[in-house]
């Protein structure tokens, strides 16, 4: 796992606490407006990010090949650092919201709910019009289903 990935997997744990607001569907999708451009920087940083991961790794390769250990360190450029601060900015961001990030690289988002009395997951994606799914806690994007509260 590299290091941009290892460090988004930080972030969603930092971040991963429980909501205390909890959403209707209809509050999910009035929130999206301010949720829709935060998610979308996110998955843009983390390309980037990830990119950036690629280039030292193959500084670090190129250098160490040529026999040289100079150079091998830590090169994280000034713009990773930028980066980085911003990813945790947004994140924290969606958190003050009230949403839970599930997937930085894919802008996977769960806004807390309840049908029935049932704690469950209201889920958006970056790309998706608007927040038409949920699942139960345990579920998970794979046993989403249509929003029907």
């Known amino acids: 796992m590299n290091s941009a990935h290892a460090m988004s997997r930080r972030l969603i744990h930092d971040s991963g606490a429980v909501a205390a607001r909890v ?9 999206l407006g301010q949720v829709r451009p935060l998610a979308e920087r996110m998955v843009e940083l983390r390309a980037r990010l990830a990119q950036l991961e ?3 790794r193959e500084v670090v390769r190129i250098v160490a ?40 690289d894919t802008g996977l ?7 029935d ?11 998706e019009p608007a927040v038409e799914w ?6 998970g994007y794979a046993g989403r289903r249509r929003i029907d509260f």
């Not at 100079?70 to 994140?91: I, M, S, W």
């Open 23 to 31: 959403f209707t569907p209809a509050e999910a999708n009035s929130v």
């Open 134 to 139: 949920y699942h139960g806690l345990e579920d």
């Open 54 to 56: 690629d280039e030292q």
């Open 109 to 115: 988002l769960d806004f807390p709910s309840q049908r």
């Open 65 to 104: 090949g040529n026999g040289s250990g100079e150079g091998v360190g830590d090169a994280r450029t000034p713009e990773f650092a930028k980066l980085a601060r911003e990813l945790q900015e947004v994140v924290d961001e969606l958190t003050l919201i009230g949403v839970q990030l599930k997937d930085a």
């Open 117 to 127: 009395g049932e704690d469950v997951l209201l889920c958006w994606r970056v790309g």
